[in-house]
């Protein structure tokens, strides 16, 4: 996409982006205002397309149907127009064409100025030019044009690029910089795009759909935003379609987590547990904090303005972050902080939360004795938005530049290093993960300090709608934003769940009438004692099974990720959350099993498998003998299965002719 063709507009005389007044604009916009006019089937002014719609004029195609400007798509794109879709049509642009070469294309019709002006794109090239080291400008398309004078008007002064500038670079070069004064055309910004009638494209609207959509209207269960971000709000800011169980945290106790949450591997809501950490905003509203100790966006911006995050596949300075967080207002799929490296880089900020009881066994930590540390954190799913392939399921990478330090660990003895297992997540509004297992089949627990967070859950064997993961869900294809899912499969959700709910109401009602006929059929107090009885020994059997279930977790509230559930969590304002993974006796099964199953990273699989193992027999050997006798009955129910199925297969073989004749 930006090659040095691109680089080469920097320096060169006519460059297209490179102007100090914005005339270049002005002449092309004017240019395109006056062709649009000659060429339009009415005045040129674009009255008949949607009021305060698309910036361009885009409209849904049902548009065309309903009356309105004839398509202007075949007098613009002529054959090819025929020959391919809008979304083919971008996807070309994003491979081949540069940032001049979009300008160009802009100036050809009134179609292609549409197309060479969607965001996508330019966020694409800005990106990919500058990574994550640019200050956003109301847009992708003014940011690309503020950076790209930047660099000219910095040539000019004799200093560095900032394209392939390291952070570190940056830093060191800032006392120099900050002697020098840009002028005032290097901010200036581009004009505001004007509106093509007769431009319909489903693909391109639902992107400025998805993008401005009101998501509390239409996801917040009833409840307005302020009633949620109020503190003193309580159940009544709950929206009315949530069915996660919420349990305040001085009503938990940890032998009820572990009987009706943990053990049974269903998902719960605990208020009031964040809101005694040290971090948490004592005056929660919209991220805001009274005292200046909590994490906020403003604390943050007085203490760590400089220092960087990981953010999708990028590094921000936390001030940079904040300025596209508090400025986006086009992007479907928004930048994501999601940082597995913020305890490295501010020690402090462990201290300032406490893993609650629930939490605190993690065997997984016992790797860290092994001398081998924490692995790089893996990116948050779905941040590529549109058309994006999330391998959510598979473990985190690893890093094995490091090796064991010789106090820590013998030579002999098989060392890994942790899987990432806690991570910062701040986002804008629209801000999200789309559907995922957590890695390693580890469980996780998620608490918020600020925003609001919509969670949809889905039980470990029932993909959501939209979701097609593979057959060893080792990769998982979700085609769509976290937003879209919403918009087009949230009615299905809703639907399933609703029936799932009418099912376990009907087995409810069919058990009651059952236990109610023995009940009376029974002569026998003693047989009475005993069938009360073992109805109320096991909880686990008795619930119901697991179905679609959504929640809306509100500042200082923390829920419950079970492992092996699918999730998807969208930010309905800007959010402020950590999280952690963790392995424990309910899910330590699970997570070996998967480590031996999974053949997306064998050898990384092997290496980790083997040093957890060595660290369990060694500090837990009684918890591992339980892992070993399910291995046993693992190939024992393998072997049966296999039998059974060569069995099977054997008896529907037909017999040959002569043994038909014969016998």
């Known amino acids: ?64 149907l309903l009356g309105g400007v004839p398509s202007i798509r075949a007098t613009c794109f002529g054959s090819l127009g025929r020959l391919f879709t809008d979304e083919q049509l971008l996807d070309f642009l994003r491979s081949y064409c540069t940032a001049s070469d979009l300008i160009t294309l802009s100036r050809v019709s009134r179609a292609l100025y549409v197309l060479s002006n969607e965001e996508e794109l330019w966020r694409g090239i800005t990106l990919e030019r500058w990574e994550g080291n640019f200050e956003f400008r109301q847009d ?114 940890p032998e009820r987590f572990q009987k009706e949450f943990a053990a049974p591997n269903r998902p719960v809501i605990i208020t009031g547990l964040v809101e005694s950490w ?113 391998n959510a399921t598979t473990p985190s990478s690893v890093s094995s530049s490091s090796s064991p330090s010789s106090s820590s660990s013998s030579s002999s003895a098989p060392w890994a290093p942790r899987p990432a297992y806690r991570w910062i997540l701040v986002g804008p509004t629209r801000s999200g993960s789309t559907f995922h297992k957590d890695p390693n089949h580890t469980s996780a627990w998620n608490g918020l300090l600020s925003g609001i967070k919509k969670w949809i859950m889905y039980p470990p064997d029932w993909p959501p709608p939209g979701v097609f993961p593979s057959s060893n869900e080792s990769e998982v294809t979700t085609p769509i934003s976290v ?75 923390l829920i419950f990720i079970p492992n092996g559930w699918w999730h998807t969590a969208l930010n309905l304002a800007p959010s402020f959350a950590v999280t952690q993974n963790y392995v424990d006796s309910h899910n330590l099964w699970n997570v070996v099993d998967f480590l031996e199953r999974d053949e997306g990273e064998i050898e990384r699989n092997t290496q980790l498998l083997q040093a957890f193992e060595h660290k369990m027999k060694e500090k837990y050997p009684k918890e591992w003998e339980g892992i070993e006798q399910k291995r046993i009955e693992k190939e024992i129910a393998r072997a049966e299965a296999e039998e059974a199925a060569a069995a099977a297969k054997n008896k529907k073989k037909k017999s040959s002719l002569w043994e038909r004749l014969t016998t």
């Open 1 to 64: 996409m930006y090659d040095t063709d691109a680089k080469d507009d920097v320096d060169g005389d006519d460059d297209e982006m490179d102007v100090q007044s914005g005339e270049d604009e002005e002449e092309i916009a004017a240019a395109a205002v006056e062709a649009a006019s000659q060429q339009s089937h009415g005045d040129g002014s674009g009255k008949n397309a949607l009021a305060g719609s698309h910036p361009r004029g885009v409209q849904p195609l049902g548009n065309l």
């Open 140 to 253: 992708w398309r003014n940011t690309y044009a503020d950076m790209h004078r930047m660099e000219k008007w910095r040539k000019m002064q004799g200093l560095a690029p900032i394209e392939n500038r390291s952070l570190a670079q940056a830093d060191s070069e800032a006392e120099e910089e900050a002697t020098a004064d840009e002028p005032s055309w290097v901010r200036e910004p581009l004009p505001a795009p004007f509106k093509v009638a007769g431009f319909y494209s489903d693909f391109i609207f639902q992107s400025f759909y998805c993008s401005h959509i009101d998501l509390m209207s239409c996801f917040g269960g009833g409840c307005s935003m302020e009633d949620m971000l109020n503190p003193n709000s309580g159940s009544a800011a709950v929206p009315s379609c949530d069915n996660i169980p919420r349990v305040h945290y001085s009503e938990l106790t």
């Open 278 to 390: 040290p971090c948490f905003p004592k005056a929660a509203g919209h991220g805001h904090d009274a005292t200046g100790r909590g994490w906020s966006v403003e604390n943050w911006s007085k203490k760590y303005p400089n220092v960087a995050f990981k953010v999708g596949r990028y590094v921000m300075r936390w001030k940079n972050y904040l300025q596209y967080m508090t400025q986006v207002s086009t992007d479907e799929s928004p930048l994501y902080l999601f940082d597995s490296r913020f305890g490295e880089k501010i020690p402090e900020l462990l201290a300032s939360y406490t893993v609650p009881e629930f939490f605190r066994k993690d065997y997984f930590a016992l790797l860290e004795e092994c001398g081998g540390g924490v692995s790089e954190g893996r990116s948050v799913p779905g941040e590529t938005g549109r058309s994006s392939n999330s």
């Open 483 to 557: 937003t879209e899912w919403f918009i087009n499969h949230y009615q299905t959700h809703r639907q399933r769940l609703q029936e799932h709910e009418e099912k376990i109401k009907y087995e409810r009602e069919r058990k009651a009438w059952i236990e109610k006929q023995k009940q009376a059929a029974s002569s026998s107090k003693h047989t009475k004692a005993e069938s009360n009885g073992s109805s109320s020994q096991g909880s686990k059997a008795d619930l119901p099974p697991p179905g679609p279930i959504e929640g809306t977790c509100r500042p200082g509230e």
